[in-house]
């Protein structure tokens, strides 16, 4: 028996259109929600995400501050960029494309989005908050990945969750909430330092993958109808596709017919992220 889809799309959607309810609301009162987003370079990636994220801003009734900078703008001018975004009343969330040019410190961009429109969950006061489980934004991905946990209804509960990759923005987060109360699960962090990652995986009743790394968890590395949950989104090259390359997730589809959930890649946890982006932008302008 082959697993149950994770539609991540459709339940984006669900959530986009909810966002607009609120955000009709929200301009019904006078407030137009609206997010900022700011773009350093030219990164062919980090431009088809600020598109899509427009788009979405777009169709969920809220305005998009687009900011393009060039490549060679430097760390002050930036600094200086995001000071004037912070005090300016009509933006409610400020969002800077990672990654940064190598000249610029990442650390300290996210330091200098006022925490009270830091809608994508980096500035340390944010982390703070989230792992203290006071108010605050949560990240994006992870709350994505949690929101289809509970669309599917997979018992968290008392459950053991492996997390394959350690990031700020996936999979130290996704620890920390699911070890919240309300979600109560038991949390394996695995990592490159982690020997023998079967070993791990194998004891997992959920699985979420964030490393990066094409196809890396494998039938034979997860339990029987075990939830996995594909976070990983990777370019590989693929001449017969038109644009030369092909996305592909850190899970090799052939799981899908041992697991007992799977979310796809496209399709799964990426229409997610955006949707909870739009969500934090809601709440960010409610405030
Ligand atoms: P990252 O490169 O910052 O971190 C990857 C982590 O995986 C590291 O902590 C590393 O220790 C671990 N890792 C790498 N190889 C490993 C291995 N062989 N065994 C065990 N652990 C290993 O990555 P990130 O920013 O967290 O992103 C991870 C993946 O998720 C990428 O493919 C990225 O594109 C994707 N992503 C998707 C979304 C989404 O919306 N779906 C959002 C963010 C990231």
């Known amino acids: 028996m082959s697993a149950i889809i994770m539609d991540g799309k459709a339940l984006g959607l669900k959530i986009r259109e909810s966002v607009k309810v609120q955000s009709t609301a929200l301009k019904e009162k006078g407030i137009m929600p609206c997010l900022a987003v700011v773009l350093v370079g ?6 088809s995400y600020v598109k899509s994220k427009d788009k979405a801003l777009g ?3 809220m305005e998009s501050r687009d900011i393009r900078l060039p490549e060679d703008t430097s760390e002050d001018q ?4 995001i000071a004037e975004l912070n005090r300016d009343d009509k933006v409610h969330g400020i969002l800077v494309q990672s990654p940064v040019p190598k000249h610029i410190n990442e650390e300290k961009i996210n330091d200098a989005v006022a925490p009270h429109k830091d809608v994508d969950c980096f500035h340390p006061d944010s982390v703070g908050n989230m792992i ?4 605050g934004f949560l990240p994006c991905t992870p709350h994505g990945v949690l929101m289809l946990l ?3 209804n997979i018992p968290i509960s008392g459950s053991h969750a492996v997390i394959v990759g350690r990031s700020n923005i996936v999979g130290k987060p996704l620890a920390n909430l699911l070890i919240r109360r309300e979600y109560n699960a038991t949390v394996t962090l695995c990592h490159t330092g982690t020997k023998d990652l079967a ?3 194998l004891q997992a009743d959920i699985i979420i993958a964030a490393a990066g790394k094409p196809n890396l968890i494998k039938p034979d590395m997860i339990k029987e109808r075990a939830a996995v949950i594909d976070v990983g989104i990777n370019r590989v090259e693929d001449s017969s596709a038109q644009k030369g390359y092909r996305l592909c997730g850190d899970v090799d589809p052939a799981v899908a017919q041992k697991a007992g959930f799977f979310t796809p890649v496209p399709g799964g946890v990426g229409p997610m992220t955006i949707a909870m982006l739009l969500q934090n932008v809601a709440d960010a302008a409610k405030k």
């Open 78 to 81: 930036l600094l200086s960029i």
């Open 42 to 47: 030219d990164d062919p990636a980090s431009m």
């Open 132 to 135: 203290l489980g006071r108010p």
């Open 59 to 61: 169709e969920a009734g």
């Open 150 to 152: 509970r669309e599917y």
């Open 199 to 201: 070993r791990y995986t």
